[in-house]
Each structure stands twice: as C-alpha cells, then as structure tokens.
C-alpha cells in the first residue's frame, strides 16, 4: 500500500475537500482485533494534537480500571477516507491507525503496534535497515441467512483459479480489489482458491509495520464488501473439515542499505550466510512462536497432514510441504516463505516474534539441517527422525507451554502481553476442553 508524507495541513485541506464529516482512530487489541474511537471532525484538532483520550481498561488485556486513560497518537501517514462509508447527507468517513500511549505519555507496552516498533529499533541496531513482509491472506465467503448471520453454507463450489459460473464469488473479489486500489493497496493478484468458497487478494510486500497495517486494513475491506454482498467473509483456519483451511503464507527478507541482505551471487542456492542463519533461528524457535502466528483452538484443525498446510519444522528450496520454503526469484526478490501463519494471528505480534527468532539466529550463528526436497508426508516416522524433522505443535495448549518456556519470542512480545496472551490462551483452551463436540457424540453415544 502507498503510504503518503502526509502533514497536519494535508488532513485539515482533505478533509475539508472530501467532506469528511466523521474520523476513526484505529488500533489493534493484543489478539489482534480492531478497535477504533470515531469522533466527528470537530474534534479534528484535539485527535492531530495527540489528545484525544480512551478508556484502556475496557479494552482486554490492555490495563485494570484505576489505570485506564490512555492517549491515542495517530499515524498521519495511515491517513485515509473510507470509498463506502457515507452517511445520509453524503458526508465521508477517514481512518487514521493510531499508537496507544499511557497517561504519562509513554508508549504504551501492551500496544502490539508500539511493541513491533521497539522490535524493528533492536533490528536496526543489529545494523539492518528494513524488514519486508509479503503475505497471502486467504479468507472463506459464507452464505448469510434471513437475519444476517454466517451460516456454514459456502457461496461456490469452485477450486484453484476457476471462473464464473463455478466462481461465485468473482464479483464480490473484484469489487473488494477496486476498493483496496481506491485505498492504496497495489493489488498483484487475485483468486479463488484450492477449497470450495475459498479466496485469496495478493497485495504488494511492504515494510513490517506497514505491512502489519495493511493486513488489519484488508480485514476490515473484506468483510466490509463481502457484507454488502449479502455474504460473510471469514479468516478463520478451519472453518469446514474436509477441506483446505486459510493461511496466510509470509514472504520476508532483510535488507541493509547495500541491498537484500538474503541474497549472495556465490551462496549456495544464492542465499548469503545471514539468510541461512536466520534461517536457522526460525526453525529452532517454531514450535515456540506458532502459539503467536497460529494463535486459536481451531488454527490447530488446520495443521493437519493432507490439506497442504505445514505440519513438520523443516525447510526446502522447491518443495512445498515443509515449513519454509524458498521462492525461486533472487537478486533484491530473494526472501523466505513461512507457511505455517494463518490469518487470526496479530500480524504485528506474529512479525515481531518471526523476526526476533531471525535476528537470534543470525547472532548466535545458528545453522538449519538440511533441506528436505521430498514430499514429508510421504516419510515414515524413522525418516524424518533421521533427517532432523520435528512437528509443529499439534494443540494450543501445547504450543502456549512451548511459547512460554522461549525467553526470545517472550521478549520479542514483550513481558505485558507475553504475560497477556499466555494467560488468556490458557484459558481459552480450558473452556474449549469443557466443551463436548458433535463428533464425539456422532462417534461414541452409541457406541458406549
């Protein structure tokens, strides 16, 4: 997405030529959900003076409730006027993403878009000047019943790259692709998907921050059309068995100001030591970020042999059943593909904890195993035990446990909401646990 050097004048001068009657301070919860505060544009100056002030407490995981008044600073560079969001006498709807600050004015360390700053400032002193991120988010459009909520009705029966008429949902992906170019967005390509009602936008790489930005953003442009469409467009792993889930595959790479700090014309593949080490920080912390990038009860029903998602910490230069791959395109291109995010992950905790395990392992010198170019779901046990092969975690639970016991990918998200999250995850598994589902009953009422 273009970001513009927006100034406090252009807003005031746009918003009196759009008539923008009503602005949208964005920010993201610790789970990644969006939140705003809207105000009409009287209170235009009090947002651009850093003033404008919310209630924390009400937010979760943010802060208790004799510590709540919290300031929102919003980015001007995020600036932006909403193409559907009129009012009745035609007036226009602006966002602006903002960072949360503390009554004392200080950043605020349960804000996971502060949190992914303080973690691009250590990357920086480490002598690197840009972390790019490119992702597939890949989303499901569901029918809507009678009174406006999801059912489990997929809108087409579609695969991978069909057309209309198998492609139902071709008109609600081209409108939600000339809404993101309205907005910004460089839109490289869109499709259906391998599943039945299944979609994927490609957007334009960007930095981490932004491209943390622009994912939130997509979110809300998808379910935005996918609504005015009649359908109901979820992110959700594993919302259907039997099918592909949605992922949301993260192409990255390192740059200094010499270039793609990855590639390395004599490098074996032509990938430079750095991108072997960070690498190898990626594999050996895996199973300790997943709780971060794969971070609810179903992303589990996801990573599951069969339905093309990861399930095994390894990597390769072609193959795609291993965790990593390593896309064919080199010179300032060159990057790693990590398959095994999926779309409820906060994409600026996930990058903050991806990157926090690259840069350990570029300072420890930490070496992959080597790369696995045979199908891995065709090994036996005894053969990925010998090819160095381990499994991603197969539960929440477990993968919370994992995250728990790194003291980098804590760090990484910093001890607010490590703290946060693990505990909330915790019991979000615990309540998933008390549940009975409809397969056991199916399998075992009978039977016992």
């Given at each position: 997405m273009v970001r513009r050097a927006y100034t406090k004048d252009d807003i005031r001068q746009k918003i009196v030529d759009e008539n923008v009657e009503f602005l949208r301070l964005q920010f993201s919860d610790v789970f990644g959900n969006i939140k705003n505060v809207e105000v009409p544009v009287s209170q235009l100056e009090k947002v651009l003076a850093n003033n404008l002030m919310f209630d924390g407490s009400s937010i979760e995981g943010f802060v208790r409730i004799?510590?709540?008044?919290?300031?929102?600073?919003?980015?001007l560079s995020t600036f932006m006027i909403f193409p559907w969001a009129t009012d009745e006498h035609g007036g226009k709807v602006a966002r602006l993403i903002a960072d949360i600050y503390t009554s004392d004015r200080e950043p605020f360390s349960g804000d996971p878009r502060n949190n992914l700053k303080r973690v691009l400032q250590q990357m920086t002193a480490d002598g690197f000047t840009k972390f790019n991120i490119g992702t597939e988010p890949e989303f499901f459009l569901l029918k809507m019943d009678e009174n406006g909520k999801p059912t489990m009705n997929l809108n087409d029966k579609g695969g991978y790259f069909d057309l209309a008429p198998l492609d139902m949902g071709e008109n609600t992906r081209r409108e939600i692709v000339l809404e993101m170019e309205k907005m910004g967005f460089e839109v490289e390509a869109a499709h259906h998907e391998v599943a039945p009602?299944?979609?994927?936008?490609?957007?334009?790489?960007a930095d981490a921050l932004d491209?943390?930005?622009?994912?939130?953003?997509?979110?809300l442009i998808v379910?935005?059309?996918?609504?005015?469409?009649?359908?109901?467009a979820t992110f959700l792993p594993k919302p259907i068995s039997g099918i592909n889930g949605n992922g949301m595959h993260t192409n990255m790479s390192l740059f200094t100001d010499e270039g793609n700090a990855f590639y390395d014309e004599d490098g074996e593949l032509q990938l430079s030591e750095t991108a072997y080490h960070f690498l190898g920080g990626v594999l050996e912390h895996a199973a300790n970020f997943t709780a971060i990038t794969n971070p609810t009860v179903n992303s589990y029903k996801r990573l599951t042999p069969g339905y093309e998602a990861p399930v095994y910490v390894a990597w390769s230069g072609s193959n795609r059943s291993p965790m990593v791959r390593v896309p064919a395109s080199r010179g300032n291109s060159t990057r790693l593909e990590l398959r095994s995010v999926d779309p409820t992950a906060n994409p600026y905790?996930?990058?903050?904890?991806?990157?926090a395990a690259g840069l350990d392992g570029i300072e420890n010198k930490l070496e992959p195993n080597h790369a696995v170019d045979r199908?891995?779901?065709?090994m036996d046990d005894a053969e990925r035990r010998r090819a160095g092969i381990t499994d991603l975690p197969d539960t929440l639970f477990e993968a919370?446990?994992?995250?728990?016991?790194?003291?980098?990918?804590?760090?990484a998200i910093g001890e607010h909401m490590g703290r946060t999250f693990v505990d909330a995850k915790r019991l979000e598994y615990q309540a998933y646990r008390r549940e009975v589902s409809q397969w056991e009953i199916d399998t075992y009422l009978e039977q016992y």
């Open positions: 004799e510590e709540s008044d919290m300031y929102l600073y919003p980015d009602g299944q979609h994927e936008v490609d957007f334009k790489y491209a943390a930005d622009n994912i939130q953003t997509f979110k379910k935005t059309i996918a609504r005015k469409h009649g359908l109901y905790l996930a990058f903050a904890a991806i990157l199908n891995i779901y065709l919370i446990n994992f995250l728990d016991s790194d003291d980098v990918v804590m760090a």
